[in-house]
């Protein structure tokens, strides 16, 4: 659904306007419990990033994505849930908080 959403129209360039319309496009295509989780992650995440999209916000987003993953589907770090990648994904994304933090790598480790 996301592929065929990127080739109809062009994503918004503002990250709080792209992590909402993703949220929305989950929501309406994605199928039970994971469709509203993911869509509640991006629309939590998309606030911290809503006056500033520096990096360091983008570890405060990825915070906020997990705090309403974890109060509206109560699942806690360590479960083996979806939020397990997550939180770790998160915490390569703190060490963007550091002034001398290399981008690249960063986004590998995350992605890992």
């Not at 929305?24 to 006056?51: H, V």
């Not at 990825?62 to 997550?86: K, V």
Request: proline residues 7%; hydrophobic residues 50%; aromatic residues 4%.
């Amino acid at each position: 659904a996301i592929q065929e959403w990127v080739r109809t129209r062009p994503p918004p360039a503002a990250p709080a306007q792209l992590l909402s319309a993703l949220a929305d496009l989950l929501l309406e295509k994605m199928g039970g419990s994971s469709g509203m989780l993911y869509g509640l992650f991006l629309t939590a995440a998309a606030r911290p990033l809503l006056n500033r999209n520096d990096l360091s916000m983008w570890a405060d987003a990825m915070d906020a994505g997990i705090e309403a993953m974890q109060r509206y589907g109560g699942a806690a770090p360590g479960d083996r849930t979806m939020l397990d990648s997550l939180c770790a994904a998160a915490q390569a994304l703190h060490t963007l908080r550091s002034p001398d933090a290399d981008l690249l790598p960063v986004l590998a480790a995350a992605v890992q």
